[in-house]
């Protein structure tokens, strides 16, 4: 799952992240705080990857970053959120004739099933193509 979300983050947003002020990555990282799950020896992004990834080329290593923390659950959980967040950001901060192609390509990565239980509505192009118009 790490590596679909990170192929599928990569993929789907293509503003560079070195045009972003460090002010400005810092405010996001407080509104869209990282979500994360493990133990205190290792942990997982499962939501907030790209947030993620912005801090990182922004921020460096060094810097602590605001997280939520899920410690206890369990891999399908982890799983669900995570594939709640790719789908989910995507039809949150779509801007413009892209959403089609991120929602088909987050299709084809997480299957039709998970994009017909998180957003039933835009379960067809034709139906994504009118969500857009709004």
Do not use: N
Not at 38 to 55: F, M, P, S
Not at 112 to 131: E, K, M, N
């Amino acid at each position: 799952m790490e590596q679909t979300a990170t192929t599928l983050a990569d993929q789907l947003f293509i503003s560079r992240l070195d045009v972003i002020s460090e002010d400005a990555v810092r405010s996001l990282l407080r509104l869209h705080p990282i979500q994360l799950t493990g133990t205190q020896d290792e942990y997982y992004v499962i939501a907030g990857i790209r947030t993620y990834q912005l801090a990182l080329v922004r921020l460096g290593l060094t810097e602590k970053l605001p997280a939520l923390m899920y410690p206890s659950l369990s891999d399908q959980e982890a799983q669900e959120l995570a594939q709640i967040d790719l789908l989910g950001s995507a039809l949150l901060h779509s801007l413009g004739t892209k959403s089609v192609t991120q929602l088909d390509r987050l299709k084809k990565h997480l299957g039709d099933d998970v994009s017909d239980r998180i957003a039933p509505g835009l379960r067809s192009t034709r139906a994504i193509q009118r969500f857009e118009k709004l």
